[in-house]
């Protein structure tokens, strides 16, 4: 019973086929008519009865042709058809007696409007079964219960350490500080050492980048594997040396090559102690750019892979290369059950700050978190680089001697023109004394009689001899100094974790606990400086294309997350072989891995050479589109009535993807939806776990449609051209917007028709006005109604919620109006740019070294086109370098109440000018103060200083900013990681691109010069303070509910999946909705991720598990902001899990650590588990095979 849906069109009946049957005709005309309406009549109030004439009943006739009509209201289509048939037979059209049976025989089963459905048939109409229609979601006010804003009026965490104090009491002056430059002189008394030696740990280690001035697989083939090879024999010839290793992503590509031999050898050496695997994250994450659902995924994909094929549960964060540290990755490796960690590229003069008070080791605390739960031990490194010259103590000239890569013969030399000796008999005694001086002054900055000294750099221990020359000439100081006793300090080879052991030991604080006299500290450490005023705030928006390439991938790698469990879960309960669980979860295990390697602190922070990025591009658009056929192929089988019947063809599948990117580089260009007079489906997918109404927009053939919701209501459409020019529009392409309504993590089957102009009230067209015309000959975008405005004025569109206005000359975003409270807001928009430094030092791919303040761009008189309808109003600006569209949305609910800004820069034709957007509002925040997020995670407090260069005062914006006065909040979301000022009161930047020739002399060996035109996505929403109540006095915000919902929202759009060209249509449920109920609006599914099987058996490798990881997230929410029009409730952040999927069935939940590394406790199912105010939880989640 394929090809079904196919279905209005054949009921056109075709006169090729049709006989005359003129004769009888006329004797048997009202005979046939009225009795075949009887029939119509029976089969839809009593199916299947028999099919006699009653001719007594014609004087009924009419009435129940109305009754019909009433009865049928959503279904004209089928009266429409069977009037016109029987109109057909009445004019002595060319249609038989048989056919017209066909076309009643056709409807006898049909299910429409809440009747009963008989099985499917012979019959294709039947094929869309709309469902019994259910209330409308009503969007509602929400009174937010009040323990669910007790985080936000709580007093913030007591830190000894606040960063916001330090960066208002420290005064940032860089005096040199000697051989130190960035520290001060440091002098040591040797009788601290007289009870108990100084214990330090020499810790080998190779810091390889999964990309960077080479591609991924270039630095595996030519370098990385080299290390791995050789580090089994080095590391076995002698028990004492000890080596440890980060990225997952290489290592795992290493594991697959070699033989089991080798796997044992490497198992051995992790058992015995030798090799440490520290962080074991697929890559070293960037801290600012990266979203925490791929912060925490690359984790996740890293431990699951040790734990699965080692058995290696890493215990200790090693990141000492990220641009900057943030909060949100102590509390990730916190919750994933870590001990301790380490960070590096700290701004020079905070570690001057902290080392002055031996701070470098501290507990690092979530600033909301009370208890200290959250506490985890953090060892910041003292020195200006990780690189042996700055590792073994104050002096880099000395240290670089201690760098035995360095010895003549070798790769690599001193700058400081002081060369390494080979450690002999003879000089042994004079080596030593020299290093263990500087040991000592180190030491110095630290609380504890324990040292760590790292000793690596990029890519070493490459070959056997740099292996030998380390570990061997190491080896006779070691022995020296530990014959010595008088030294008062023993030294070993050691690891990351033997370090924190002993600092434990030599304590006597229980792992992962807090050392006397080590402080506690809040806050992050952005905006990182390694030198002068050099600020490394470039990179926040470097790539910015990548950047906006990235989030996208994530968002897509969420949503097939979670509709393959779900799909998976159907597919085991109807026992469907026929389901691509095995391809699919190839997909995924492939996209986790690409997103993964992208969240390399060269990777999304677009500090790689030109072809690494485009590498990288490669990869991140692969995985895009393989989640794009996931989902929509995961969206048809969960909609397929009869899961046996479903079959996976790729080539042919039955539903389209919305949107193509044909290369990394490149925009997606939309799928087109050839329509008919017949309705082509077309399936929403909502992956969040609430019902929600939103504008979805489809590429169309016609500009007459109608829309039919999954019950089969016509529903209001509108329909703009689409620009093929600035004035003209193509004449097969359209775009029709409506408001679609989908389940919770559900699918709603929509349908479009053609139409035939002015056949349906309910569809618009868009009313467009042109202003600035550049056009000589007038413009005609027929049908569309145009007005073509020769003068300008200001100009406003308006949806239910918001009412906006525009500048005349500019058209630039000039006020917002709130129709609530008639509130009036001023919120000017216009485009800045920055020039780069034209001496010394210039702005890089890492660096931003502006030339003074930005310019403003000037933009008058630009075309502009506004669109204006029922469901989207927007205003579309183009300027030299933006195309720059502001948007209101008519949607109930979130998304109406903020306001759209969707730009695509393009600064291909300027050179060494940064583009920024500038918001400027009438919001009077005090003291310069602003809110910025991190990693989407949570909010951040900023200041913009005076005492600090401009550059500094850049911050990253992965998702959100906001300003406050005692009224009013305003935020502006983001879709995707950039940077942000607010560098004076009521006035916000974000950096749109940069295109530099310069180098900045970080490595990268070239400028930024790769621009193509890059979109950005934003929403300003503005919030007014409810009651009298004024803004908390601490420095802790949270988003209000409403702005997590809008972030939420326009990250989790609708996937909107068309059907396929000419595709065989199966019978399909118009609505499918595995929740049960709804989870509530502060819980946040942020994945539900089936578990990968062995990655090391080929057999086994992409065969899912029944064991998925839900991962909640429950947002910390400041309640002085009203939750207005939602479609979710609150319940103060409850879950049963019994009770959250329909037809899935759980065996067991557990809570477990967050990479699932650990077990924390088995969960009655049928109980409620609460998540707290912003903790992430994971939950390993066990579905039923199948029903038994
Ligand atoms: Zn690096």
Not at 385 to 411: E, V, W
Request: hydrophobic content about 35%; charged content about 25%.
């Amino acid at each position: 019973m394929n090809n079904l849906c196919r279905c209005l069109s054949k009921l056109h009946i075709k006169s090729a086929i049709m006989k005359r049957y003129m004769v009888i005709w006329g004797a048997l005309f009202f005979l046939v008519m009225f009795s075949s309406l009887y029939l119509m009549l029976e089969t839809v109030s009593t199916a299947n009865k028999p099919t006699e004439l009653n001719t007594h009943e014609l004087d009924n006739i009419e009435g129940k042709i109305q009754r019909i009509e009433e009865d049928l209201m959503k279904n004209h289509e089928t009266i429409k058809e069977i009037k016109d048939t029987v109109r057909k037979i009445g004019k002595g059209g060319a249609v038989s007696l048989d056919q017209l049976k066909d076309v009643l025989d056709r409807h006898k089963d049909s299910d429409y409007g809440g009747n009963v459905g008989g099985k499917v048939g012979v019959v294709k109409m039947n094929q869309i079964k709309f469902q019994e229609r259910k209330d409308k979601t009503v969007v509602k006010d929400l009174t937010i219960p009040t323990d669910m804003c007790l985080l936000a009026d709580a007093p913030e965490a007591k830190t000894d350490y606040k960063l916001t104090d330090v960066f208002e009491k420290n005064s940032f002056t860089d005096v040199d500080g000697g051989v130190w430059k960035q520290g001060w002189p440091i002098t040591y008394d040797n009788s601290q050492w007289s009870k108990r030696s100084l214990k330090v740990f020499v810790i080998p280690h190779s810091h390889t980048d999964p990309g960077w001035l080479k591609t991924f697989m270039e630095y595996y083939r030519q370098q990385t594997k080299l290390i791995f090879e050789n580090m089994i024999p080095k590391l076995e010839e002698d028990g004492r040396r000890k080596f440890m290793y980060a990225e997952m992503s290489f290592f795992s590509l290493w594991w697959d090559e070699i033989d089991i031999g080798k796997k044992e050898r490497v198992k051995k050496l992790i058992e015995n102690g030798q090799l440490e695997i520290v962080t074991g994250g697929w890559v070293m994450t960037d801290e600012a750019n990266a979203h925490y659902f791929a912060m925490i995924d690359q984790l996740l994909e890293g431990h699951q892979w040790l734990d699965g094929t080692l058995g290696v549960k890493p215990k200790s964060g090693w990141s000492i290369d990220p641009f900057g540290y943030s909060s949100t990755m102590a509390y990730i490796l916190r919750e994933a059950d870590f001990s301790n960690m380490l960070i590096q590229r700290v701004h020079y003069s905070l570690k001057k700050y902290l080392a002055k008070e031996k701070a470098l080791e501290f507990m690092w605390r979530q600033q909301w978190d009370q208890e200290g739960s959250t506490d985890i031990f953090c060892h910041m490194m003292p020195f200006y680089s990780y690189d042996a010259p700055h590792s073994c103590g104050p002096d880099p000239k000395i240290c670089c001697q201690f760098d035995f890569m360095r010895l003549p013969n070798t790769k690599f030399r001193c700058p400081w023109k002081l060369n390494p000796l080979p450690i002999t008999e003879g000089n042994v005694a004079e080596r030593v004394n020299l290093l263990i001086d500087q040991y000592k002054k180190k030491a110095q900055l630290y609380k504890t009689d324990t040292l760590l000294v790292p000793l690596g750099d990029d890519f070493r221990y490459d070959t056997a001899g740099e292996w030998d020359l380390q570990f061997q000439n190491y080896q006779k100081m070691i022995d020296y100094i530990n014959h010595h006793p008088e030294l008062k300090i023993e030294v070993h080879f050691g690891t990351l974790s033997d370090y924190f052991n002993a600092v434990y030991e030599r304590t006597n604080v229980e792992e992962g606990g807090r050392p006397p006299q080590v402080p506690t500290l809040s806050g992050d450490f952005f905006t990182y400086a390694d030198r002068e005023d050099n600020y490394w705030s470039g990179y926040y928006t470097s790539r910015p294309f990548y950047k906006n390439l990235d989030r996208v991938t994530e968002v897509h790698l969420r949503a097939a997350e979670i509709i393959y469990t779900t799909a998976l879960g159907y597919a085991r309960k109807h026992a469907s072989s026929n389901f691509p669980s095995v391809a699919f979860m190839k997909f995924l295990v492939d996209a986790r891995r690409n997103l993964g390697l992208f969240q390399h602190h060269d990777g999304i922070t677009g500090t790689s050479k030109e072809f690494v990025v485009a590498d990288y591009g490669k990869r991140l658009v692969e995985s895009i589109n393989n989640m794009k056929k996931l989902i929509a192929e995961c969206a048809t089988y969960l909609s397929v009535e009869d899961k046996a019947k479903y079959s996976y063809t790729p080539s042919s599948p039955i539903f389209n993807i919305d949107e193509l990117r044909k290369n990394h580089d490149s925009l997606p260009e939309k799928n087109v939806l050839m329509l008919t007079n017949e309705p082509s489906p077309v399936l929403m997918y909502n992956s969040l776990t609430h019902v929600r109404q939103h504008v979805v927009k489809v590429y169309v053939s016609s500009p007459y449609v109608e829309v039919k919701d999954p019950s089969g209501e016509v529903i209001q459409s509108q329909v703009e051209p689409y620009w093929t020019d600035k004035e003209k529009i193509a004449t097969d392409i359209f775009k029709v917007s409506f408001v679609a309504e989908v389940p919770g993590l559900g699918i709603s089957c929509y349908y479009i028709k053609q139409v035939t102009e002015n056949d349906n009230p309910k569809n618009t067209l868009s009313f467009v006005t042109i202003y600035h015309s550049t056009s000589t000959t007038p413009a005609n975008i027929k049908p569309f109604p145009l007005d073509i405005k020769t003068h300008s004025e200001d100009f406003t569109i308006e949806n239910d919620y918001l009412k906006i206005s525009f500048t005349e000359g500019t058209s630039m975003l000039k006020t917002v109006n709130r129709k609530e409270d008639e509130e009036e807001h001023k919120v000017s928009v216009e485009f800045v740019e920055y020039s780069t430094r034209r001496s010394g030092d210039k702005s890089g791919a890492y660096l931003f070294l502006p030339e003074g303040v930005a310019k403003p761009v000037p933009t008058l008189s630009p075309f502009t086109r506004i669109v204006r309808g029922p469901v989207i109003s927007e205003v579309q600006v183009f300027t030299h370098t933006v195309n720059h569209v502001v948007r209101l949305i008519n949607s109930p609910g979130t998304e109406g109440q903020s306001v759209d800004m969707y730009n695509i820069v393009d600064i291909r034709q300027q050179i060494d000018k940064e583009i920024a957007v500038r918001i400027t509002t009438d919001i009077k925040n005090e003291d310069r103060v602003f809110y910025t997020d991190l990693n989407g995670y949570q909010m951040s407090r900023r200041k913009t200083y005076d005492k600090l260069p401009l550059q500094a005062n850049f911050y990253p914006m992965p998702a959100m900013m906001f300003l406050e006065d005692s009224n009013t909040r305003f935020s502006v979301l983001s879709a995707q990681s950039l940077g942000c000022s607010s560098l004076q009161q009521g006035v916000m930047e974000v950096m749109m691109d940069r295109r530099l020739s310069h180098d900045d002399s970080r490595g990268l060996g070239e400028g930024v010069k790769d621009n193509k035109a890059t979109p950005n996505r934003f929403k300003f929403l503005i919030e007014s303070r409810k009651g009298s109540k004024p803004p908390s006095k601490t420095e802790l915000r949270f988003p209000s509910l409403l702005g997590h919902l809008t972030s939420a929202h326009m990250l989790g759009s609708f996937f909107v999946l068309p059907q396929y060209k000419n595709s065989k249509l199966m019978a399909l449920t118009t609505s499918v909705r595995p929740l049960d109920v709804d989870l509530p609006c502060e819980l946040y599914m942020l994945n539900l991720r089936t578990m990968q099987n062995k990655d090391d058996s080929d057999a086994l490798k992409y065969v899912p598990k029944e064991t998925a990881a839900m991962i909640l997230h429950r947002y910390g929410i400041d309640c002085s902001y009203p939750a207005k029009s939602l479609t979710c409730y609150t319940n103060g952040g409850k879950v049963a899990f019994a009770k959250i999927f329909n037809d899935l069935k759980m065996l067991e939940v557990k809570s477990m650590s967050l990479t699932l590394m650990y077990e924390r406790e088995n969960l009655d199912m049928e109980a409620l588990t609460t998540v707290k105010p912003m903790e992430i939880n994971t939950f390993k989640v066990t579905f039923r095979s199948s029903e038994t």
